[in-house]
């Protein structure tokens, strides 16, 4: 079991920059392939940003290519998320993904590619 928490969110004016960190426990290694989601309210999960285990390779959504970044820190097991230049509809509440791969290079932008979820943590970006 891979265990997830999920910290960094909090309440930005529109404009401003939030880093999000996802810290992995338990079972880990270096062979997660880790993502970003989000959900804002009424609305589906989307996909944000994946990174593979390698960190080799990436993918973002359109709708934050440019003011998103993902990257991971395998020896502290952590994934972050740099958000800059916040909208309004970045707010959400942000859920780390990982799943296991003996590939160093895959990633999912599916919420089905992955089997462990964090509990989420709140972004909202005012106006």
């Known amino acids: 079991q891979v265990h997830l928490v999920e910290s960094g969110g909090g309440l930005v004016q529109a404009g401003g920059s939030l880093r999000l960190s996802c810290a992995a426990s338990?079972?880990?290694?270096?062979?997660?392939?880790m993502a970003w989601f989000r959900q804002a309210p009424g609305k589906e999960r989307e996909f944000v940003a994946a990174?593979?285990?390698?960190?080799?390779?990436?993918n973002y959504a359109d709708s934050v290519k440019g003011r998103f970044t993902i990257s991971r820190d395998n020896a502290k097991n952590t994934v972050y998320l740099q958000m800059n230049a916040l909208k309004p509809e970045d707010t959400a509440v942000y859920y780390c993904?990982?799943?296991?791969?003996?590939?160093?290079?895959?990633?999912?932008?599916?919420?089905?590619?992955?089997?462990?979820w964090g509990q989420g943590t709140q972004v909202t970006v005012s106006s």
């Open positions: 993904a990982a799943t296991y791969s003996s590939r160093s290079y895959y990633i999912s932008v599916s919420g089905s590619g992955y089997g462990y």
């Open positions: 338990g079972r880990t290694s270096s062979n997660y392939a």
């Open positions: 990174i593979s285990w390698s960190g080799s390779r990436t």
